[in-house]
């Protein structure tokens, strides 16, 4: 039996004129998603999308996995296709639906006819179809305003689809339809969220990590990769820019009040990002600040390091407790790796008492005094690219 | 780049003739020992030559020698098949607070159980005392679990005391010794040490991954935790590793103890002196600990800072034990050391092939180290 996986779409349904591009690009998407599952033919209707495999052999459990985490997808069902008559809605049915309705004990089902011309009328078609269910498996009963079950049949331009309950989509907009981010990433539990959220209102992701060897290690750095790859699973690909941090922390460490060392870090981070969004096409950074969670995520701390970035910085998890966090990064799979313990570039040359009221004037003092401008032009020049995909 | 591998208490080299045997009995000499055709016969025949020299060395019978995976696997076979098997005759377990993981972990699971644990504390990096115990063993308990050998910082604990305690308190306890770190660094003889269950394991003597065993006294009854077949008396069924435990005997029947530790008391008396001579070291292995295994924390730089300065200067050590990857050790904690002495520990394990050039090395890239990490400037 032939089977499909028809996507039906959120929020884009909505978009006026810029209807097209949205479709577009989530094609494009869902094309990408299903790289190396086989050849797909994509076909877009009445906001929905119908994937077609063009093998029989497609893996259709692996198709709906990956489909799963595109965004822009409300819902998502797979279905039989059927030839426009009621001969074969009728035989294929039973067979099709055979797991589903075995597992129930109430159904019902609905009929969505977009194609007038189909000789029966939607509360025909149901009936049709249910007798013959009920028929098929005498332990159904029939339910109309709770059912364990929802058989829909579709018929539409080309085809009629049968299918069981439809699940919920990765919701949100297509990944690239609203620009380009940059995502600082550390390694913590945040800020993987925070590029998985951002994602999700439609921007295409760049990455941004501070590497200090020998503080911090390779492992460190591979777990970073990790994290970037599963948030990948519904960003799509990354580009991964490693920033050389060591020297600029040795210095912040040499010629900087301890006191703050943190927020003139986050400051330093804050510029280099800067130049390298700039670098990438991104019009804004994101991290995976909490509003009061640490020291240099106070309020005052957060106006300090928004003066150094001169460009929008989206801050997703700032209303968030971290019970909140943790369970969106239980639900992307990220947790599991975010807690392997490597020192990050945050965690090392952390002060006793770092000041959470820092005031602006004397931060920025501080910078001037040691003069970071020279190692940061090196870090910047000497950053490593990789492709996360 | 220079290789100064000194992280032998994590793992150490499989030597030449281990692994060439290991191959034989992959790739000549595959039988299984449970076959009846005289193919499997001579399977089973390397089977109890390996038995026979593993009992050798821990001065046991053939037939007290059961393979296990591993370390941790003989562990949790001691100390959880015991319990349950003793279960009738009491509820309590007392362990000490600075065993290995898998023993702590087993007697939680235990806990879990419904058993009631005690655990031991040291009353210093130098040690137990000895009143502890006797306080802790009563005639309720069933278990009394004590490593020879510390993975951490090399301490020896007073395992030797132990079963007079058992008697004099009438426990119906069976003793079971965690000897991973001892056996083959050290003469070890079941019978003085007076114990009932002991583990080894292969890996740490220049043996393969994957294969250890465990002593169980002959008339002593333990429950098995996996069940199949009748393999090592049916406490440990599943079809032998051959080649594990075949490449196991081999690296074991290598050892002299004795002479290797000539050697390593030599060089690590000359590790603590060079280590004397750098200021902000302190060494956390007491002198009478085991020589394999020195501790020591470079105040103000994180282990794990400079274990990886060390390791871009080919010098490989461990931050605590290899088995926690960057957690923070339960050892030192429970040895009562300050906060920043933990933060900061490094341990350095030898083996018989390790040499001056080694410890030179390491001396110097600390000695960088110390000077160019410091967390506060100077």
Known sequence: MKEVVLIKLGEIALKGLNRRTFEDVLKKNIKKALYGLGYFKLSIAQSTICVTPESP?????????????????????????CEKTMEDICEKAPDYLCEALNEAKTFKVEAKRSDKKFPL?????????????LSKF?????????????????VRDFAAYIHADSKKGAGGIPVGTGGNGCILISGGIDSPVAAYMMAKRGLKLTAVH???????????????????????????????????????????????????????????????????????????????????????????AIACTDEAAEMPVFRPLIGMDKEEIIAISRKIDTFETSIEPYEDCCTIFTPKHPRTRPVLKFVKYAEEEADFSELLEEAVKNCEVTEIR | MSFHYLDNSATTRVSDAAAKKALELMMVNFGNPSSLHSFGFQ???????????????????????????GGTEANNLAVIGAAQAKKRRGNKIVTTAIEHSSVLDGVKHLEDCGFEVEYVYPKD???????DFERAVDENTVLVSCMLVNNETGLKLPSDKIPGIIKRKNAPALFHIDAVQAFGKENISVNSLKCDLMSISSHKIHGPKGVGALYVKKGVRILPRAFGGKQESALRPGTEAMPLIGAFAQAAEEINALKSLEWIKELNLYFRQKL???SNIIINSPLEASPYILNFSALGIRSETMLHHLSSKGVYVSSGSACSKGGKSHVLTALGLDENVIDSAIRVS?????????????????????????????
Request: aromatic share 6%.
């Open chain 2, 125 to 131: 990096i130098n040690g137990f005392d000895i009143e």
């Open chain 1, 57 to 81: 052999d497609t893996d259709m459990d692996k198709v709906e996995d990956a489909i799963s985490r595109v965004f822009g997808i409300v819902s998502y069902c797979r279905a039989a296709v």
């Open chain 1, 138 to 154: 005498p332990h159904l009963k029939v339910d109309v305003h709770n059912p364990q079950v929802k058989v829909t049949v579709e």
């Open chain 1, 210 to 300: 501070f590497a200090s060897p020998p503080y911090t290690s390779e492992r460190a750095l591979e777990k970073v990769k990790k994290l970037l790859k599963l948030v990948s699973r519904y960003s799509g690909s990354i580009t991964m820019v490693t920033v050389p941090f060591t020297k600029l922390q040795e210095k912040i460490r040499d010629d900087c009040p301890e006191e703050l060392f943190t927020i003139i870090m986050r400051r330093l981070m804050m510029q280099i990002s800067r130049q390298i969004a700039a670098e990438y096409d991104c019009t804004a950074l994101i991290t995976g600040e909490s509003l009061g969670q640490v020291a240099s995520q106070t309020i005052h």
């Open chain 2, 43 to 69: 399977a089973e025949k390397e089977l109890d030559s390996a038995r026979e020299i593993i009992a050798e060395l821990m001065g046991a019978k053939t037939e007290e020698i059961y393979f296990t995976s």
């Open chain 2, 276 to 278: 004397g001579e750098l």
């Open chain 1, 121 to 133: 009328k939607s509360p025909e078609i149901s009936r049709e179809l249910g007798g013959l269910l």
């Open chain 2, 350 to 378: 030898f083996s018989k092939h390790s040499t001056y050039e080694d410890v030179d090395a390491l001396i110097e890239a600390l000695e960088q180290g110390l000077n160019t990490l410091q967390r506060k400037k100077k």
